[in-house]
């Protein structure tokens, strides 16, 4: 499945140092996208093992590059 613009963009950014931990609403900001759409983008990089989940519990489900 070939990623989208957004997807390209975020993890350009995530890979230069992106600092804290990737949200969907820091998705949202970041892509200038709603938070729905964060929502559809990330899952679907976690399902091709580009994220992870990160550790830790919470209100809002943090991600993280996959090494």
Not at 7 to 35: M, N
Request: hydrophobic residues 35%; contains cysteine.
């Amino acid at each position: 499945m070939p990623l989208n613009g957004r997807q390209v963009k975020l993890l350009d950014r995530l890979l230069d140092g992106f600092e804290g931990k990737l949200t969907s609403s820091k998705w949202g900001s970041a892509a200038k996208c709603s938070p729905d759409t964060a929502l559809r983008d990330i899952p679907q990089l976690r399902a091709l093992g580009v994220l992870k989940k990160s550790t830790g519990g919470g209100p809002s489900t943090a991600c993280e590059l996959e090494h």
